[in-house]
């Protein structure tokens, strides 16, 4: 027996309530069981079960142990399943954050593909710009845009984040194209406010940088509302293309100082480095790879 095996006969004493019970229902020799518990706490270097000649109690790290037990046995079974049946359904659930913008956008439509393939599956959202603690939250994991500062989390990258400059033809027209980034300066600008900086980055083609100091007329922590305020003609802004690219390709916005490029982002999977991530977690998160991937639908039309 290997230690997947220890890890089973260990979740049967837990959940029997003690070795003799769990060597009956296992139908083997309790010396057996209890073999094969000390061979897995001696590995492991820690006592998972006080154990006396009346009673078995979990201790602290067993605790742990035994709800993270829980979820690999139970991966194992659903992978087995799985590989054996491609057309068994994954189950069990899953929490996940996600940006609200290209939640609800990009994600959400994904999402809807990802459990009608997996309809036993629960799902729970949390829409929100905000960054949220994921392990006092329960998640499993969260999307996020930007540069990873959080060593506590792993990542894996979904998709690139490009931005573009633009505005509405109505507005050049009312106001004129701006010709380089100092340009900027006596126009009307519409701020994101959860950006980490009141200032744009402009790069030219030899990556030769531009600071342009923002006072916006217009700020917001939504993407879309800055989005359909620039439509409307309020002034130009910058944003990622996942939210304007179908203002671009209908021409409700224009690129502003095109020959110039904004610095990107990525989008991430992340989930904490102490968490043991789930097959289903898993799954998901290699089905948006191929889902998003290096080149998004969102960046092909413009």
């Known amino acids: ?100 913008s290209f939640g609800l956008t990009h994600l959400a439509p994904a999402l809807d593909k990802f459990v009608k393939e997996h309809s036993e599956l629960t799902l729970q959202v949390d829409f929100s710009d905000q960054h949220i603690d994921l392990i006092e939250g329960g998640y499993d994991l969260a999307f996020r845009i930007g540069n990873l500062e959080n060593s506590t989390l792993k990542a894996r990258r979904i998709s690139p984040i490009n931005k573009v400059m633009c505005a509405s ?28 900086t009141n200032s744009w980055k402009l790069l030219d083609k030899n990556n030769r940088e531009t600071i342009i100091p923002v006072e916006a007329k217009v700020l917001a922590n939504n993407g879309d509302f800055l989005r359909e305020m620039a439509v409307t003609g309020h002034g130009i802004l910058i944003l990622p293309t996942f939210i304007i690219w179908q203002s671009l390709s209908k021409g409700d916005l ?49």
């Not at 837990?14 to 296992?26: D, F, P, R, S, T």
């Not at 590995?43 to 709800?67: H, M």
């Not at 009312?174 to 519409?190: A, F, I």
């Not at 089905?287 to 413009?302: A, R, S, T, V």
């Open 169 to 196: 033809p109505d507005y050049l027209d009312k106001w004129g194209v701006p010709e380089k980034p100092e340009d900027l300066n006596r126009h009307q600008l519409l701020h994101y406010t959860l950006s980490d």
């Open 254 to 302: 224009v690129l502003v100082l095109p020959e110039y490029t904004i610095p990107s982002k990525n989008a991430y999977a992340v989930y904490p480095k102490t968490s043991y991530l789930s097959l289903r977690a898993r799954l998901l998160i290699d089905y948006l790879c191929e889902q998003f991937g290096d080149n998004p639908y969102w960046d092909q039309n413009h």
């Open 1 to 100: 027996m290997g230690q997947l095996e220890n890890m089973r006969i260990f979740i049967r004493v837990v959940e029997a309530g003690g070795i003799g019970l769990a060597a009956k229902q296992l139908n083997i020799a309790k010396s057996a069981v209890s073999r094969r518990l000390a061979e897995l706490e001696g590995r492991l270097g820690v006592t998972l079960l006080n154990r006396t000649t009346r009673s078995t109690s979990i201790t602290e790290a067993g605790s742990v142990y035994y709800s993270n037990a829980l979820r690999i046995v139970g991966d194992v079974v659903e992978l087995d399943a799985i590989t054996s049946d491609p057309q068994t359904s994954l189950q069990g659930k899953l929490r996940l954050a996600a940006p609200l």
